[in-house]
């Protein structure tokens, strides 16, 4: 499973754009990208996945260059409710159902 | 639909008392998995069952036992519990039988073992 590495926290403040970059420096050919969303005490949810350049659904935006050696999260316009951890898992079908979470990316949202 | 569900939402135990946790998700999925979340830390499987009657390690197993009772349900269970144990477990379910699949999570288990 490649390794990913993540910002361990980031601020931002409401009606910002928020950007996570997620390292995996080496994804597989055959690996995908996916982010899950965790609020406190509770668990996480998937938020979006995708394999190479753009993908854009009602809730946020991935971004993945050529190399696919990383990856971006984007939120726009933030509000408070957006508080949360923020994973990025790279996995492939290949890897069955061993998903591996990482630390994440706490994101704090201020007024 | 409820979704995923887990029972008891918190737990205390002593050391070398047993205990089962049980998930049920009414989304007819076929896989389903049993996760530990301890805090500030990711997410670690601890065993999936990618359909009924099948169930395979995760990355941290010992300690710990599984049954998928049936396409809708699916335990886990600590045989001697210890303090290592102490954590948050959530169970989750996906539509396929592949890692990639959206999972869909449960509320959580707080189990502490003193």
């Known amino acids: 499973l490649a390794k990913t590495t993540q910002p361990i926290s980031m601020d931002s403040y409401e009606g910002q754009e928020v950007n996570i970059t997620c390292s995996h420096n080496?994804?597989?050919?055959?690996?995908?990208i996916t982010w899950y969303q965790q609020f406190p005490s509770q668990g996480p949810r998937f938020i979006i996945q995708?394999?190479?350049t753009k993908v854009t659904n009602e809730v946020a935006s991935l971004f993945i260059p050529a190399d696919r050696k990383s990856s971006t999260l984007s939120l726009p316009r933030v509000s408070l409710s957006d508080t949360a951890v923020y994973y990025c898992?790279?996995?492939?079908?290949?890897?069955?159902?061993?998903?591996?979470f990482g630390g994440g990316t706490r994101v704090l949202v201020k007024p | 639909n409820a979704g995923v569900t887990q029972t008891p939402k918190f737990q205390v135990l002593k050391t070398g008392q047993s205990m089962t946790l049980q998930c049920a998700q009414d989304?007819?999925?076929?896989?389903m998995y049993w996760y530990r979340q301890d805090p500030g830390m990711g997410l670690r499987l601890i065993y999936y069952s990618a359909s009924e009657g099948t169930t395979d390690k995760g990355e941290v197993p010992n300690g710990y036992n599984v049954s998928r009772l049936n396409k809708r349900e699916f335990s886990l269970r600590l045989e001697s519990a210890a303090p290592s144990q102490t954590s948050v477990y959530f169970c989750?379910?996906?539509?396929?039988?592949?890692?990639?699949?959206?999972?869909?999570f449960g509320p959580g288990t707080r189990l502490t073992v003193l």
């Open positions: 080496n994804i597989a050919t055959n690996d995908y």
């Open positions: 989750a379910s996906s539509k396929g039988s592949e890692g990639l699949d959206e999972q869909f």
């Open positions: 989304m007819n999925h076929n896989s």
């Open positions: 995708g394999y190479k």
């Open positions: 898992l790279v996995g492939s079908k290949a890897a069955g159902n061993k998903l591996t």
